[in-house]
């Protein structure tokens, strides 16, 4: 019987969680009722489990918490955008983010505390990496952002664009897309998904090789040519010519788009010169460009470009046949904007 080890009940999938329960003397089918009732009816208590007999709610009850993240500071922007402190169970902090546009909401989460990445305009990885998160983690901000629903609200698309490159992060992230996605659990489309990577190559292998595609990839591109990356994002070793490559050999499934992503910053990237240089980088691929003009935080001196510079930047790739979105503002008022994350008052780390 239970050993006192604590067992992962929130990553497990259906198949591991039969295992377990076996091994405790308990039928197979009760795992994927424990799932069910995790995943897709998103209850903790295992008291309110119903078709749970007494002993197996006793074992769940000596795992308890089953979740290992709490909510701690929340914040409600203008606009309606919420923004989740998620606090760990070793004190370590990372932040959520809601963004609601009608009655459907899309949830912003984290996959690492920290980031190694240091892309010059972001807030979140001005700490450098700190860990990876688990992937009891990361999907643990879906559960603990169901308490800032509205009522009438759902959720309908999450991006894994929050604190962290996902893509270094992959064997945890990876189990969090199948929880994500699992036909018995909250059973989100791929497509709804969105995994935001700097350009880990082998990451974005084995992306394609797990999902087929299916799932939503956006590429935070930034500059078009090397010398300007490295000074945007500079700890990426792989060039502007190689990410276009491994992107050619993604299995992108017809009538879908890589996503490019590219923060304007004021005499860094946001000449007619480098809109141009866009265009011809972009040529051999299906993208759409989201042109996201730089979110002011205390750790950078960067500044956004004029909106006259953004405007002759967005006319130049829509002359060129590109599809070209204009990134909304959202939270920025609570640092819950793109590159805004762990933008807090006291400044302490994680």
């Not at 039969?18 to 069910?36: D, E, T």
């Not at 010519?241 to 992503?261: G, N, V």
């Not at 967005?314 to 920025?332: E, H, N, W």
Request: net charge positive; charged share 20%.
């Amino acid at each position: 019987m239970d050993s006192g080890e604590r067992f992962d009940f929130i990553s497990a999938l259906p198949e591991t969680l039969s295992q377990y329960l076996q091994s405790q003397g308990f039928p197979a089918y009760r795992g994927m009722q424990v799932f069910q009732w995790l995943h897709r009816k998103g209850v903790l208590a295992p008291d309110e489990m119903t078709n749970l007999p007494a002993d197996v709610k006793a074992l769940l009850h000596r795992h308890a918490p089953l979740l290992p993240v709490t909510a701690g500071q929340h914040f409600t922007s203008r606009d309606g955008t919420r923004k989740i402190e998620v606090c760990l169970a070793d004190g370590l902090r990372v932040e959520t983010v809601l963004i609601p546009e009608g009655n459907t909401l899309t949830q912003c989460i984290s996959s690492q505390v920290g980031c190694a990445v240091g892309c010059a305009f972001c807030r979140s990885g001005a700490f450098g990496l700190l860990r990876n998160m688990t992937a009891a983690e990361i999907i643990g901000q879906i559960f603990i952002a169901r308490a800032f629903y509205k009522p009438e609200e759902q959720l309908r698309n999450v991006v894994f664009m929050g604190v962290g490159e996902p893509l270094q992060n992959f064997a945890a992230v990876s189990r969090a897309l199948q929880l994500l996605c699992h036909q018995d659990g909250m059973d989100l489309s791929q497509r709804r998904v969105t995994i935001s990577t700097v350009g880990i190559r082998r990451g974005i292998e084995k992306l394609g090789e797990l999902t087929g595609g299916k799932v939503s990839l956006a590429i935070s591109l930034h500059a078009a040519n090397d010398a300007v990356r490295r000074q945007l994002v500079p700890n990426v070793s792989v060039s502007v010519a190689d990410l276009i490559q491994t992107l050619k050999r993604y299995p992108l499934p017809d009538r879908m788009r890589f996503t490019i992503e590219y923060v304007m910053v004021r005499g860094v990237n946001d000449s007619e010169e480098d809109a141009r240089q866009l265009v011809r980088l972009l040529a051999p691929i299906r993208a759409k460009v989201n042109l996201l003009p730089l979110n002011p935080h205390d750790k950078t001196a960067l500044q956004p470009p004029t909106p006259e510079q953004v405007q002759r930047f967005q006319d130049i790739l829509i002359a060129k046949g590109l599809s070209v979105f204009l990134r909304k503002k959202r939270g920025d008022d609570i640092h819950a904007a793109c590159g805004q994350l762990l933008a807090l008052k006291d400044d302490k780390a994680p």
